[in-house]
C-alpha cells in the first residue's frame, strides 16, 4: 500500500529529528569534527561501511562505540591482529553435547552477526582474515562449511587504520576497499576541541550517551532514503564525477592522467548517489541535488583511487584529486 | 495546492523563463555583434575611403543585420524545458528542485508529489525578469572600448580639415552643381565629366598668356592641402625619364590604375584630375573628356602604335605642356602628375 503524502512528511520528520539526536548523542562523548559525524551517519543510515583512518589516540574507535550505544544495535568489536583467524571473525561450528546426551556440530556466531561490526585496525589482520569480511561486507551474509547464514539488519562494518605504522600491516586490497560506502579520514582537533576533551576525560564528570534510535527507526529510514528522487542531470553529475576519476576518460583533469592508475568504479557512484538522497532528506528536501553530490564525492571516491608510480613517488594525496576533479567539474 | 496545479504552474514558469532567455541571449548576443559591426564598417571605410554618408547609412544596415544575426540563434536554439529549468535552478539557487519535478511531472507517488509541490511553491513568486537580468557579456567592455575609440578615430579623419572625404564633397559639389550626389561615385564621374567637358570646350581659345591667369584662378579647387611635398628637383629628376615609362614607378603607368592616384590624389576626376585633364588641353595633347577616357588613354598607351603621327603629336604637346608648367607658378604635385601623364602616353 502506498503511503500517504502526510506519512512520509511524517517519516522524513521523524529521520531528521533522529539524525541530529544521534548526532548530539554522539556529541556528548566524541568532541568536535562534526562533518566526520555527519558522514559517519550518512555511511551508518545509507547501510555502507566505513573505513576511519587516523594516527592513533584521535577517537577513531571511540567513535563508532558512541554510535552503537547511541543506536540501540547489537555491537561487536574485532581487535585486528596477525593471528586473528577468518573464524574468529565469521563464528565455527562447535561440538556440542545435545539433552540426549548426543554430540552435534552447532555454529557459533562470530562478532560479524552484529548490527555494527567495529573491525579495528584492519589492516592488522592478514589477508585471509580480512578476506571474512569481504562477502560479509558485500552479500550480508556469510558461508562456514558450506552453509549460508544471513546478517540481520542493518549491517554496518566500521573499519579503524594508522595510516603511519604501516610495519607488520597488510594493506587492504583494492577489491576490499571498494566495498568501503565511505573512506573517512579522523583530523587532529584544534585547541579548543582539544580543551573540551580534556574537561571531559579528565575530570569528574563523564559523558553519558543516551539511547537515541531503535532498530525499527534505522529499517524504515533506510527504506525512505530510497524513495528520495534524483533528476537525470544530478545523476549525470555524479556519473561524470566518477568517470572523471579514470585516467583514460577524456572528462579527467590533467592530475588524474599523470597520477592515477585505475579510477573509481560505479560502487563509488551508488555511494555517491544513496548518500546524497540522504543528505537530501536531512537538508529537508525529498530530491538530491548536485550539491550534495558534491558534498559527499570526497569521502566516496578518495578510497577508490589507484594511484601509479608518479603518484606514490610524489605522495600526491587521492583526496587532493578527488578535489581537483570536483574543481574541474564545476567549471564544465 | 494539488499536484496537476503544481506542475501546470511549474511549466508555464518555465516557459516564461525560457523565452526571457531567449531575449537575454540575443541582447547580448547584440551587444557584442553591433559594436563589432560597426567596426568594421568604419574599418572598410577607412581603408576604402568610402564618403561618411554612405558609411552612416552602411552602418546602420550593418547594425540592423547584425541585431537580426544576435537574434536568429536564440531563436532557432531555443533552450529545451529541462534546460531552462537547470537554468532556472542554477539562477535561483533552487537545488535542482525544478528540473527533479520536470522529470517527476505525471508521477503519483507521494515523494513525486512532494518534490512537486515544493517546487512549484519556490516558483510562484519567481519574476523572469529578475532571474535573467540584462547583463554585459563576456568581452563587452573590451569590445565596447574598442568600437568607441574607432569611431572616434573615424570621426575625427574625416571631420578633420582637408579630409579627402570633404574635398571629394566639395569637389563633386563644385562641379556638378547642387543637384548632383555628393558622394556616389557616379556622382563624381558625372562631374569630372562636366569638368572636363568645359576645359575642353575653352582650351582651343586659351592663349598662353591667359593660360596663367585661368589656372590661378583654378588653383583654389586644387586639392593640395594634404598631398605629400616631394622634392622639386626629384620630380624634375622624374620627369626627364619620360623616354623610359617602362622604369618609372609611376602608378598611372599600371593598367587600370587610378590616374588620381598616380598624382598623388585619392580618387579620379578630382580636383586635380580636372586641372590635368585643362594642363592636357591646354597643351593639345592625348586628352578625353573624363576619366574613362584618361584610363582609355593609358591603357590605349600600353599598345600605343608607333606611328610617326602619334610621335609627332605626343612630341609637340609634350613639348607646350613642358613649356606651360614651366611658366606658370604651378603646384609641385601637379607638374608631376602633367609630366607622368606624357610619361604614360610616351609612344
Not at chain 1, 561490526?117 to 552479500?139: G, K, S
Not at chain 2, 552643381?177 to 556616389?184: A, E, I, V
Request: positive net charge; proline residues 6%; glycine residues 6%.
Amino acid at each position: 500500500m502506498t503511503p500517504s503524502i502526510e506519512t512520509v512528511e511524517a517519516q522524513a520528520a521523524s529521520f531528521r529529528s533522529t539524525f541530529h539526536r544521534l548526532k548530539d548523542e554522539i556529541g556528548q562523548v566524541f568532541v568536535g569534527h562534526t562533518e566526520l559525524v555527519d558522514q559517519l551517519l550518512l555511511c551508518f543510515f545509507c547501510q555502507g561501511h566505513a573505513l576511519i583512518e587516523g594516527a592513533p589516540g584521535l577517537g577513531k574507535t571511540l567513535l563508532v562505540k558512541t554510535l552503537s550505544e547511541a543506536a540501540d544495535l547489537r555491537f561487536a568489536r574485532v581487535q585486528c591482529t596477525p593471528d586473528l583467524m577468518p573464524a574468529d571473525v565469521t563464528g565455527t561450528n562447535i561440538l556440542v553435547e545435545t539433552a540426549a546426551g548426543q554430540r552435534e556440530f552447532l555454529f557459533q556466531r562470530g562478532p560479524i552477526f552484529a548490527n555494527i561490526v567495529l573491525a579495528d585496525e584492519i589492516n592488522r589482520a592478514t589477508p585471509r582474515t580480512q578476506a571474512a569480511f569481504l562477502e560479509a561486507m558485500q552479500e550480508r551474509r556469510v558461508t562456514v562449511f558450506g552453509v549460508t547464514h544471513p546478517l540481520d539488519a542493518p549491517f554496518s562494518v566500521f573499519a579503524t587504520q594508522n595510516p603511519i605504522e604501516m610495519e607488520g600491516t597488510y594493506p587492504l586490497p583494492e577489491a576490499q576497499l571498494d566495498r568501503f560506502f565511505f573512506k573517512l579520514t579522523v583530523p587532529v582537533p584544534g585547541v579548543h576541541d582539544m580543551a573540551e576533551i580534556m574537561l571531559r576525560t579528565t575530570g569528574e564528570a563523564q559523558g553519558r550517551v543516551g539511547r537515541a534510535v531503535d532498530l525499527d527507526t534505522v529499517r524504515s529510514m533506510l527504506g525512505l532514503i530510497r524513495q528520495v528522487k534524483i533528476a537525470d542531470e544530478v545523476m549525470r553529475v555524479a556519473l561524470t564525477l566518477v568517470r572523471a576519476t579514470h585516467p583514460d576518460a577524456a572528462e579527467a583533469p590533467a592530475e588524474v592522467k599523470q597520477y592515477v592508475r585505475y579510477g573509481a568504479s560505479p560502487r563509488a557512484a551508488q555511494a555517491i548517489i544513496l548518500a546524497a538522497k540522504a543528505l537530501a532528506l536531512i537538508d529537508g528536501r525529498y530530491h538530491a541535488a548536485t550539491e550534495d553530490v558534491r558534498r559527499v564525492a570526497v569521502p566516496a571516491l578518495n578510497h577508490r583511487l589507484i594511484l601509479n608510480f608518479h603518484g606514490e613517488m610524489e605522495r600526491v594525496s587521492a583526496t587532493s584529486i578527488v578535489e581537483r576533479v570536483l574543481a574541474t567539474a564545476s567549471r564544465a | 495546492m494539488t499536484g496537476s496545479t503544481a506542475t501546470a504552474g511549474i511549466l508555464q514558469t518555465v516557459a516564461r523563463c525560457r523565452r526571457r532567455m531567449q531575449v537575454v541571449s540575443a541582447a547580448r548576443r547584440a551587444a557584442v555583434a553591433v559594436p563589432v559591426a560597426i567596426v568594421t564598417v568604419e574599418l572598410l571605410a577607412l581603408i576604402l575611403r568610402l564618403p561618411a554618408i554612405d558609411t552612416v547609412a552602411i552602418t546602420a544596415a550593418a547594425s540592423a543585420l547584425a541585431v537580426i544575426a544576435a537574434a536568429i540563434p536564440s531563436i532557432v536554439r531555443a533552450p529545451s524545458l529541462r534546460e531552462t529549468a537547470a537554468a532556472i535552478d542554477a539562477r535561483v539557487q533552487l537545488q535542482d528542485r525544478t528540473v527533479t519535478a520536470l522529470q517527476l511531472d505525471g508521477r503519483v507517488d507521494p515523494i513525486a508529489q512532494l518534490v512537486v509541490r515544493d517546487a512549484g511553491a519556490r516558483l510562484a513568486g519567481l519574476i523572469p525578469k529578475r532571474a535573467f537580468p540584462l547583463e554585459a557579456p563576456l568581452y563587452f567592455r573590451p569590445v565596447l572600448g574598442a568600437s568607441g575609440a574607432i569611431t572616434v578615430a573615424w570621426l575625427a579623419i574625416i571631420a578633420a580639415p582637408g579630409s579627402s572625404w570633404f574635398i571629394a564633397r566639395d569637389a563633386a559639389n563644385a562641379a556638378a552643381g547642387p543637384g548632383m550626389g555628393r558622394s556616389s561615385r557616379a556622382a563624381k564621374s558625372g562631374a569630372n565629366t562636366q569638368a572636363a567637358e568645359d576645359s575642353s570646350e575653352r582650351a582651343p581659345s586659351v592663349a598662353p598668356g591667359q593660360a596663367s591667369v585661368r589656372t590661378e584662378a583654378k588653383r583654389e579647387e586644387t586639392p593640395v592641402g594634404h598631398e605629400t611635398t616631394r622634392n622639386d628637383a626629384d620630380k624634375q629628376g622624374r620627369g626627364s625619364e619620360g623616354s623610359q615609362p617602362t622604369s618609372a614607378p609611376s602608378p598611372a603607368a599600371t593598367p587600370g590604375r587610378d590616374t588620381g592616384r598616380a598624382a598623388g590624389t585619392s580618387d579620379t576626376g578630382r580636383g586635380a584630375t580636372g586641372f590635368a585633364h585643362r594642363m592636357a588641353s591646354a597643351a593639345g595633347g592625348v586628352s578625353g573628356g573624363d576619366s574613362a577616357s584618361i584610363d582609355g588613354a593609358l591603357n590605349h598607351a600600353a599598345s600605343a602604335p608607333h606611328d610617326a603621327a602619334y610621335s609627332d603629336k605626343y612630341r609637340v604637346a609634350s613639348a607646350r605642356a613642358e613649356a606651360a608648367i614651366a611658366q606658370e607658378r604651378v603646384p609641385p604635385r601637379l607638374r608631376t602628375y602633367v609630366r607622368r601623364y606624357f610619361v604614360a602616353i610616351h609612344p
